[in-house]
């Protein structure tokens, strides 16, 4: 290890808003050559913003960056790149249809002037892919390349560009365990080689395996910074979430009573999309008066599964029963009318329309199936009384039901999604990712209300990649690997450690504590 | 059909087809790099009436066509500002630029071009040898210069997307342009160049009306062919090759239909049925080439992440 | 996942957050002043344009100007005429309208026209035996509506059921409805002079409201009839909510249980039926015959109406009388100044493109966004 040689890249008080998110605050950061830096905090820390800044994509509202002792200013991508900055996005920056060849090759143009010289260039990226241990066909088109392998061609694409330091974005989230280790490989041979590496990471283990040094980020500024074998598990999560590990709250006591089902599904299987997961053979159940929570490494089937079930796409194989009744396949409109409430994982997509008004928004599923309404004309009279009083209930600001949907803040907009999902009181509410980019403030509403669901007596099937929020409401979670569902249990009969193997584990355990 | 028929037939199909091809090949290379431009119409409009003016102010018809480049490229360069820079809707702009652009033209013709006084056409230059070939010979090679540097332009379209550097980052913009970005590709750059030269060809194939078909101009002369290059463009699959193949196919409909009319079997039918029929074909090519894959990212404007921040 | 928009495979799950970040960035509200000040720039930068044009082609731009006013309202007879047109370009813009606020392009509203003042020529003619009363000319409106709907519905039913792009289709339908007008034109109607069909009888006419004195009075009512409609029809019906959730957001509609492929077809039907009034009262009050090219580009200034009038049908006849104003106007240009009345349709559409580039209205179509 050369730690205490001229550092790589030196951040010296960086700080960067969003609007009213301040994503990072005068952020130190020092990295050095030879070795694997973590950079390591919750989502939303304001890891992936400090990144992008090193790579050129944003411009730091305040700070400095020295790249080998120099003073850079990198106005975009390219600038970070000719100073040997590379960055691995966590959604890969691929051309589908490209081979590896040609998307390790793209944007390097001055190396070979106008000709593309095809073969010359297929060759030297086959070579380098050999160098680093990569088994890869360099003139596949990347489409048919498995997630690691397309994560490969990202580090090619760096390292044939003679990048210095490869900033990886969450590597992890979308690999299995074995393909980790092989990733560490790799990532080890290129700190022999001289080269610099970041990984961006929420987990506590990779950390502990890989890293050389530590920077810990909370709410967008540095909360620790420590060399590797410095800090233990409990240290780094105390620094990380600025708490112990998640205090178990009082759940609700078990029932006596086995309460009724109100969701059951069995053998739902889906295929895997252009850019969709498959599912397999999915089977789970909600009882009334609980919350269910599933979760799993993103891309693990869990938004395939929740789509599924609020029938926006269709299963292959398998039934949804709503209180015994089959409502497979059924579309959105008259899973409402058999009650069930919908919050997708993507407001501005599925939930809301920004042009409309936030009566409109509220009564977006209602109208099209027939209530307010007489011989096909509104009656905006009957539809406002109804919507100014959800938005009163649900806090939502402004309070007005002609204000655009557009004009609201994000947490005033999930509000409303959330005041027309629950205003028929649905037997089962299927909340994906609820309060995901809320501000404290807002989330806690939302939650307080799916509490209160569950305490009527109603299901909720909660998707969640935070494991807090399911420890802090779900009474059960299912998490999901691969499609299939990997670990199923009371909440407190699990541990996050057993969680988490699930989530990243290839062998699927027994299922704990099922009752 | 006797041979003398089918040689004019030809003849006149691949002469017919040569406006179609420039102006398929242009926005070729504008809709490889992102961009719908279905400006692509009044360009021709403006590039024909340039032409017209060119060879009544006493140049020549090589003058002509040349001169229509650099228009073409500047009427490029305001859809560019409009599609590109300033983001707006691709198809609407596009709809109210021909709209301009048949004002600008029909006022230009009232005020210079009107009182169709020479009427005459770029002269045809056969191959030797070539165009000896029975049938092929006369239809194939003996055409105006304008149809073989097409055909030449069309290779050269090919190896420009496909083997050079440029056309990399073309076909990176056009299909996932974040990631051209991340790999230091200047989207906005690109997507301007392609509209630059593309309409510069879409420039020339309006001259090639005025130079090799009518000698003069008149009000919207062009008559929907730059929609019907757009339609080529998707039924040739986006490849150089097929569009040649989907232009001249076009043309010789085209030919065909006016042939049609002076034989005796067609008094029966109305002409209006004859002229028809290129339309009628546009809407039968573009419902068949649903399937072809436009570039992902084709009509939609692009924001560069670094402007986000 | 991939979804075909406007005949353009467009990724709606875009890899990366870049999307969403980009839909954040739309939320925020302009400031005030913005939309004002942006329309008076774009008026700006077209009368600057007509001014330069004007300079180059050697006529006095004040003078050109002061011409067209007096063209479209100097006179009893210039008034008359200019509500005319208004009347129709606002029934065109409707055409135009309703799709679009679907998300549907509509760009057809050329060939709905011909297809339209086709239909109900075929009636005088067959039915009526060239001209005839009230009936006749009543049951020549329907089949107007009718030609028209069917002419914007072979789009939509291409569009929806086979996933042609429209705006090609379209098009091209501009084209063939001329073709279909000639080809009338040309049969045993056909006028021994002009390249038209015979002139209906006296009295075949629209229904005669006394107003002003003049013939404009029926069609000008019938426009705003018609705009009043589409706004009842738009933001007070559930139908116009359906268009207006598919127009924001076509995923939100399938998640509110509306079919995109029923509403594509059913909105060029109704666009297509406003058209085919529009048709009528050129028919009826205007030409009295089958002319030749029928539609005459109001179909395309149509579309820019619609677009002046930022989508909203309210606003829609402010806008038809300010571009049939222009239109009018310009047939005073070559008199006073040498220039074609073309020149209108730069100033037209100069207008409206600077109005979408500065920001002034947006519009959003769903195969280009």
């Known amino acids: ?515 | 059909m006797s041979q003398a028929a089918l040689v004019t037939i030809l003849s006149t199909g691949v002469l017919l087809a040569v406006p179609v091809l420039w102006a398929a090949l242009g926005e070729l290379i504008v809709e490889k790099s992102g961009t719908l431009n279905l400006g692509v119409e009044g360009v021709m409009l403006i590039g024909a009436a340039t032409a017209a003016l060119v060879v009544k102010a006493g140049a020549g018809f090589a003058a002509a066509a040349l001169v229509s480049l650099p228009v073409g490229a500047l009427c490029g360069a305001v859809l560019a500002y409009l599609y590109v820079s300033r983001r707006t809707d691709q198809i609407v702009t596009g709809i109210l630029f021909n709209l301009v652009a048949l004002g600008l033209t029909t006022t230009l013709f009232a005020r210079y071009l009107n009182g169709v006084g020479e009427v005459s056409t770029a002269p045809r230059y056969a191959v030797p040898l070539l165009s000896r070939i029975p049938v092929v010979g006369p239809s194939l090679f003996t055409q105006t210069p304008l149809f073989y540097l097409s055909v030449a332009a069309a290779v050269l379209v090919l190896l420009a997307v496909h083997g050079t550097w440029f056309g990399l980052g073309l076909l990176s913009a056009g299909e996932q342009p974040r990631a051209a970005e991340t790999a230091g590709i200047d989207v906005i750059r690109v997507r301007w160049k392609a509209l630059l030269a593309g309409n510069a060809l879409a420039g020339l194939g309006g001259a090639c009306i005025v130079l090799t078909q009518s000698g003069a101009f008149l009000p919207n002369i062009t008559n929907g062919q730059g929609y019907i290059a757009l339609a080529v463009v998707v039924l040739g699959r986006f490849k150089p090759a097929y569009i040649v193949l989907g232009a001249v196919f076009f043309g010789i409909a085209n030919a065909f239909q006016f042939q049609l009319q002076s034989l005796p079997f067609a008094q029966g039918y109305p002409r209006q049925l004859w002229l028809a029929l290129p339309y009628i074909a546009t809407i039968v090519a573009v419902t068949l080439s649903r399937s072809a894959r436009y570039p992902a990212a084709v009509g939609r404007p692009y924001v560069p992440a670094t402007r986000r921040g | 996942m991939t979804e075909r928009a406007g005949g353009v495979a467009v990724q709606t799950a875009h890899a990366g957050s870049g999307g969403g970040e980009g839909n954040r960035r739309r939320l925020t509200p302009p400031p005030r002043l913005r939309r004002p000040l942006a329309f008076v720039a774009a008026l700006v930068i077209a009368l600057a344009v007509m001014a330069v044009l004007f300079a180059v082609l050697g006529a006095d731009p004040v003078k050109a100007l002061r011409a067209m006013a007096t063209g479209a309202f100097g006179t009893p007879y210039a008034l008359n005429q200019t509500l005319q047109v208004a009347s129709v370009l606002t029934m065109v813009a409707i055409a135009a309208l309703i799709p679009f606020r679907a998300g549907v392009m509509n760009v057809g509203g050329e060939g709905q026209l011909a297809a339209g003042a086709t239909a109900a020529t075929v009636v005088v003619f067959t039915v009526g035996g060239g001209g005839g009363g009230l009936g006749v000319v009543l049951l020549a409106v329907a089949a107007a509506m009718i030609g028209a709907a069917v002419w914007a519905g072979l789009t939509g039913v291409l569009r929806a059921a086979l996933g042609a792009n429209e705006v090609i289709v379209g098009l091209m339908l501009n084209f063939l409805g001329a073709l279909l007008a000639e080809w009338v034109i040309a049969g045993p109607w056909a006028d021994t002079l002009a390249p038209q069909t015979r002139a209906f009888d006296e009295g075949t006419d629209l229904p005669q409201i006394p107003l002003l004195g003049g013939e404009f009075a029926t069609a000008l009512l019938v426009a705003l009839a018609v705009s009043g409609l589409a706004w009842v029809l738009l933001d007070r019906s559930r139908f116009g909510f359906a268009v207006r959730v598919l127009g924001g957001n076509a995923d939100a509609g399938l998640r509110a249980g509306i079919s995109m492929r029923r509403m594509t077809v059913a909105v060029m039907l109704v666009g297509g039926a406003a058209a085919g009034l529009a048709a009528s009262v050129q028919v009826f009050t205007v030409n009295h015959a089958l002319i030749q090219n029928p539609a005459q580009g109001y179909g395309y200034t149509g579309i820019a109406v619609a677009l002046l009038a930022g989508l909203r049908p309210r606003l829609v006849p402010l806008a038809a009388v300010l571009f049939a104003a222009l239109t009018v106007g310009a047939n005073s240009l070559p008199a006073v100044t040498g220039v074609s009345t073309s020149a209108s349709l730069i100033v037209q559409g100069v207008f409206v493109i600077c109005l979408i580039a500065t920001g002034a209205i947006t519009v959003r179509s769903r195969g280009a966004s």
């Not at chain 1, 088994?135 to 090619?156: A, G, K, M, N, Y």
């Not at chain 1, 609700?252 to 889906?270: I, K, M, N």
């Not at chain 1, 009318?337 to 599923?365: F, K, P, Y």
């Open chain 1, 1 to 515: 290890m050369t730690g205490g040689a001229t550092p790589l890249v030196t951040m010296r008080g960086i700080s960067k808003s969003f609007g009213n998110l301040r994503a990072n605050r005068d952020v130190d950061l020092t990295l050095y050559r030879g070795e694997v830096h973590s950079l390591l905090g919750e989502n939303g820390a304001g890891k992936s913003t400090l990144m992008n800044i090193l790579f050129g994509m944003y411009r730091p509202d305040t700070g400095r960056i020295e790249v080998d002792g120099t003073p850079v200013s990198f106005g975009s991508p390219r600038d970070a790149l000719a100073r040997g900055i590379g960055m691995v996005h966590q959604h890969f920056m691929l051309v589908p249809d490209f081979t590896v060849a040609e998307n390790v090759a793209l944007g390097g143009e001055r190396r070979h002037r106008l000709g593309l010289r095809r073969t010359r260039v297929t060759a030297e990226v086959a070579e380098l892919a050999e160098r680093f241990g990569m088994h890869l066909d360099v003139r596949t088109p990347v489409r048919l390349l498995s997630v690691e392998q397309q994560q490969q061609v990202e580090i090619l694409k760096l390292l044939y560009r003679g990048a210095d330091l490869l900033i990886l974005d969450e590597p992890t989230a979308v690999l299995g365990p074995v393909e980790i280790e092989r990733l560490f490989v790799t990532l080890r041979r290129l700190c022999d080689a001289g080269r610099g590496v970041v990984i961006i990471t929420h987990k506590l283990t990779e950390v502990l395996s890989v890293a050389d040094r530590i920077t810990v980020l909370r709410q967008g500024a540095v909360a620790a910074t420590a060399r590797s074998g410095e800090l233990d598990r409990a240290g780094l999560a105390l620094a990380m979430l600025g708490r112990e590990l998640p205090a178990l709250p009082a759940r609700r006591p078990h029932p006596d009573a086995e309460p009724p089902t109100v969701l059951e599904v069995e053998g739902l299987s889906l295929p895997a999309g252009r850019s969709t997961k498959p599912l397999h053979d999915v089977r789970l159940r909600v009882s009334a008066g609980e919350i269910v929570g599933i979760t799993g490494v993103e891309g693990n089937g869990q938004t395939e599964l929740m789509r599924a079930l609020s029938g926006l796409v269709t299963p292959s194989s398998g039934t949804v029963r709503l209180r015994g009744r089959d409502v497979t396949g059924i579309s959105p409109r008259q899973l409402r009318a058999h009650g069930v409430g919908i919050v997708t994982d993507d407001r501005l997509r599925w939930d809301a329309v920004t042009e409309m008004s936030l009566e409109e928004n509220l009564a977006l599923v209602d109208v099209p199936a027939g209530r307010f309404s007489r011989f096909g004309l509104l009656r905006g009279g009957r539809m406002r009384v109804w919507a100014r009083r959800l938005l009163d209930d649900h806090d939502v600001s402004p309070p007005d039901p002609q204000a655009r949907m557009g004009a609201l803040s994000g947490g005033n907009q999930q509000k409303v999604v959330i005041a027309r999902e629950l205003a028929h009181g649905p037997d089962l509410l299927l909340a994906s990712h609820p309060v995901r980019g809320l501000d404290a403030g807002a989330a806690d509403f939302v939650f307080r209300r799916i509490v209160e669901l569950r305490d009527r007596g109603s299901g909720i099937l909660l998707n969640s990649a935070d494991l807090d929020e399911l420890w802090a409401v779900a009474d059960r979670v299912v998490v999901l690997n691969g499609g299939r569902v990997a670990l199923e249990g009371r909440t407190e009969d699990l541990t996050i450690d057993q969680v988490a193997e699930a989530m990243t584990g290839g062998d699927v355990p027994s299922a704990v504590g099922r009752d």
